[in-house]
């Protein structure tokens, strides 16, 4: 008989956010970035993001903000004078580059979701995932795989791994769900229980592996 699902703690109450300063073209890029903004509200999570108004982090900021949650905006300076991607919401922290952005970012949440983008977001992320398989922090670090978007840079990294260009731990940093509450519940498990042990497959359904392993 199948085990019944266990109950994650929920702790983070701060997360980063990495993503477009464009909407893109897939619909579904936006829908679920709104969705995302209404979970971290409803789990009373706050947001740290990469500044402005526009794009698919400016929505989530937008949707957290005007439901009353905290929202700080990390944004090189040179950025913010010229207003490129229109005012920040709630408090805007100015530094002097996208590397202090990561690193101002890194020290103010406890996990960090990335969305659909392009170079900078790319650049954001692998930033992060170095910092962390250098041990230079243990954030978890979750991609939103919105319609299959990050499909291709996942299949990338599995071959890397099996090129040995990566490390299976390092390639374990790159948490995915396509679904918003599942990737938040995945950033919950690996910050309750780092490192190896019982994945989070295993823990939500106990019995499961059990029962495969029986048929």
């Given at each position: 008989?199948?085990?019944?699902?266990r109950?994650?703690?929920?702790?983070?109450?701060?997360?980063?956010?990495?993503?477009?300063?464009?909407?893109?073209k897939?619909?579904?890029?936006?829908?679920?970035?709104?969705d995302?903004g209404?979970?971290?509200?409803?789990?009373?999570?706050?947001?740290?993001?990469?500044?402005?108004?526009v794009?698919?982090?400016g929505?989530?900021?937008?949707?957290?903000?005007?439901?009353?949650g905290?929202?700080?905006?990390?944004?090189?300076g040179?950025?913010?004078?010229?207003?490129?991607?229109?005012?920040?919401?709630?408090?805007?922290?100015t530094?002097?580059?996208?590397?202090?952005?990561?690193?101002?970012?890194?020290?103010?949440v406890?996990?960090?979701?990335v969305l659909?983008?392009g170079?900078?977001t790319m650049?954001?992320?692998?930033?992060?995932?170095?910092w962390?398989?250098e041990?230079?922090?243990?954030?978890?670090?979750?991609l939103?795989n919105?319609?299959?978007?990050?499909?291709?840079?996942?299949?990338?990294?599995?071959d890397?791994?099996?090129?040995?260009?990566?490390?299976?731990?390092?390639?374990k940093?790159?948490i995915?769900?396509?679904?918003v509450?599942?990737?938040?519940?995945?950033?919950?498990?690996?910050?309750?229980?780092?490192?190896?042990?019982?994945?989070?497959?295993?823990?939500?359904?106990p019995?499961?592996?059990?029962?495969?392993?029986?048929?």
């Open positions: 008989m199948e085990g019944t699902s109950t994650l703690p929920y702790t983070i109450r701060f997360v980063g956010l990495l993503g477009s300063h464009s909407l893109g897939n619909l579904k890029f936006m829908a679920t970035a709104v995302l209404r979970e971290l509200i409803r789990r009373k999570i706050k947001l740290a993001y990469g500044g402005g108004s794009g698919l982090q929505v989530v900021a937008s949707t957290v903000f005007t439901n009353g905290l929202v700080r905006g990390f944004i090189p040179y950025i913010a004078i010229r207003r490129v991607y229109g005012p920040t919401y709630d408090v805007e922290h530094v002097s580059s996208n590397y202090y952005k990561y690193f101002e970012m890194n020290h103010a406890e996990a960090f979701i659909p983008g170079v900078l650049e954001g992320l692998f930033t992060l995932i170095s962390a398989s041990g230079l922090h243990n954030r978890p670090i979750g939103l919105i319609d299959g978007y990050f499909n291709n840079l996942i299949k990338f990294l599995d890397a791994v099996r090129q040995n260009f990566m490390s299976l731990s390092q390639r940093l790159f995915c769900s396509f679904f509450g599942e990737l938040l519940d995945k950033l919950e498990f690996a910050k309750a229980f780092p490192g190896p042990g019982v994945s989070y497959d295993e823990f939500v359904n019995g499961r592996l059990d029962l495969e392993l029986h048929l």
